[in-house]
């Protein structure tokens, strides 16, 4: 059981039957009544967010989820093949189930797919990914004043991000997927 008074940012409830997340949440004392909690949770099967209000020392289950690392192999028409690493069972996601990963979607990486109930539910990459330039315009000596300067770069996957000008076309660089940012370039 999880007590409103151990919210986190990023704490996992179940709520009514389904599972959330915990995006910001606010413990408030009025003068006269008794405390709540005022919180700001996403839906994790449906992505919706919405604010829910909550007395102070309510408690919640913990949702019982499940993470599971997949291989992903292959898209089929609109769907994406996964294979769990234990079983060897596939399971195919649509593009609307994945859409938070499709820019770092690379056959023959691992993903980390999270199940509810024994259904899976979303698909989180890797925290970092090493992905190859296919396209960038050249950088040329003396463009900038102070350096630090950035050009736009597409990706394998198709990801386009910022990155500094001595990156070039068939370069690998390392990418942070959780702001898409890159972070340095690859020694091959």
């Known amino acids: 059981m999880i007590s409103t008074s151990e919210f986190r940012k990023g704490a996992k409830i179940l709520f009514r039957d389904e599972p959330y997340m915990v995006l ?65 069972e596939q399971i195919a996601f649509n593009k609307s189930q994945i859409e938070d990963v499709l820019d770092f979607l690379k056959e023959q990486i691992i993903y980390t797919v999270l199940y509810f109930n024994d259904k899976p539910i979303a698909v989180t990459a890797p925290l970092f990914m090493e992905l190859t330039v296919t396209e960038t315009p050249p950088g040329i000596r003396g463009d900038t004043a102070q350096g630090g300067a950035t050009k736009p770069a597409t990706l394998e996957t198709g990801l386009v991000l910022q990155v500094p000008l001595f990156v070039n076309e068939g370069d690998i660089i390392k990418v942070d997927t959780r702001d898409t940012s890159y972070v340095e370039r690859v020694k091959q």
């Open 24 to 88: 910001e949440y606010h413990h408030v004392k009025p003068g006269k009544g008794g405390a709540f909690v005022r919180t700001k949770m996403k839906n994790m099967i449906t992505g919706l967010i919405h604010e829910e209000t909550f007395r102070s020392g309510e408690k919640f289950s913990d949702p019982g989820l499940e993470y599971k690392d997949m291989l992903y192999l292959y898209k089929d028409g609109e769907m994406y093949q996964f294979m769990d690493q234990d079983s060897f």
